[in-house]
């Protein structure tokens, strides 16, 4: 079966400091993967997506930039935390073609 | 360009009750509808989706959904809440035009409160 992790899983950074958030997917190969912010326990807004590996998409300008190395990693960074980028992020991965997307456990991302 | 709209913020529901959380939606093409649910501090989980075939359809939890196309809504149900069922929901949407992202639309969420 296949399985989606994220760590780590809450961090709490200081304004302008570096970001690396990590999310792996196991039991699948060539996967869709996207990256979402959630604010204020309400809606998502997709922030990045890859279809495949070197391949990111980025749907909203922003403080933040993803990298996929491998098949089954993916990365989200900043090189200096604004407190605007708090938030729960959450990993998702879908089969290409499926529509379905399969969440991770978030990471809640606190900058003071 | 697609959307959802799920226009109640909450909804409260005595433990027992019928409950429905309503979603509609706007594609160009041929809709795929999803539920998801969230519990505090967690990732969403996947509850069912349509595709085609049968408008209703059956999910986790005890969960069900009606698709309904000419009023462009794909509301969730379930015949008895339970506590347990306090939760976020998110309704989703993308159209049936393909595109390697598979990207999805999604409702801002509507809290539901069981109430024993």
């Known amino acids: 079966s296949q399985t989606i992790h994220q760590w780590p899983a809450t961090l709490v950074q200081p304004v302008g400091s570096p970001l690396s958030l990590e999310c792996t997917v196991e039991?699948?190969?060539?996967?869709?993967l996207y990256w979402y912010r959630q604010a204020a326990g309400r809606g998502l807004q997709l922030l990045f997506y890859?279809?495949?590996?070197?391949?990111i998409s980025s749907e909203v300008p922003q403080n933040l930039s993803a990298s996929r190395p491998q098949d089954r990693q993916f990365i989200l960074s900043s090189k200096k935390l604004l407190l605007s980028d708090s938030g729960f992020y959450l990993c998702?991965?879908?089969?290409?073609?499926?529509?379905?997307?399969?969440f991770g456990p978030g990471t809640r991302l606190l900058v003071l | 360009a697609q959307s959802v709209a799920q226009p109640e913020d909450q909804v409260n529901v005595a433990e027992g009750n019928p409950l429905t959380v309503k979603c509609t939606y706007s594609v160009s093409g041929n809709p795929y509808l999803f539920w998801y649910v969230q519990y505090p501090n967690r990732g969403l989980q996947f509850l069912l989706k349509?595709?085609?075939?049968?408008?209703l359809v059956k999910g986790s939890y005890g969960f069900e959904a009606e698709f309904n196309k000419s009023q462009t809504s794909f509301h969730l149900k379930k015949p008895s809440a339970l506590v347990s069922d306090s939760a976020l929901y998110f309704c989703a949407v993308r159209d049936d035009t393909g595109g390697g992202a598979d990207g999805l639309t999604f409702g801002k969420g509507t809290h539901l409160i069981i109430q024993p």
């Open positions: 998702a991965w879908s089969v290409r073609g499926s529509g379905t997307q399969y």
């Open positions: 890859s279809v495949g590996i070197g391949q």
């Open positions: 349509y595709i085609t075939g049968d408008n």
């Open positions: 039991g699948t190969s060539n996967p869709n």
